[in-house]
């Protein structure tokens, strides 16, 4: 099983930048993906970004270019650094990591507030 813990979170105004993180523990070694989701306040849990152990990443649209997820192995970490924050960025941002025998792990989520 495999435990996440981010941070990094935060309040930002709007075109700044934040770096969350995120630290796996655990069975670590059998972790294929991982990336982030966000959950805006009544809106349903959307995906972010994914990065594979290799590095290849994928974003959504609406990050594209102002988002950039990258994955340190050797430290089991995630990072998702955004830059040029929108109030659209506003949301409760999830970790997740999908071991290679199935399921998903996800964390306790980490605050980012961008205001106008």
């Known amino acids: 099983q495999v435990q996440l813990v981010e941070s990094g979170g935060g309040l930002v105004q709007v075109g700044g930048s934040l770096r969350l993180s995120c630290a796996a523990s655990?069975?670590?070694?059998?972790?294929?993906?991982m990336g982030w989701y966000r959950q805006a306040p009544g809106k349903q849990r959307e995906w972010v970004a994914t990065?594979?152990?290799?590095?290849?990443?994928a974003y959504i649209d609406s990050v594209k270019g102002r988002f950039t997820i990258s994955r340190d192995n050797a430290k089991n970490t995630v990072y998702l650094q955004m830059n040029s924050l929108k109030p659209e960025d506003t949301a409760v941002y999830y970790c997740?990591?999908?071991?290679?025998?199935?399921?998903?792990?996800w964390g306790q989520g980490t605050q980012v507030t961008v205001s106008s």
């Open positions: 997740f990591a999908n071991p290679t025998n199935g399921g998903r792990s």
């Open positions: 655990g069975s670590i070694f059998n972790i294929n993906n």
């Open positions: 990065i594979g152990r290799g590095g290849t990443a």
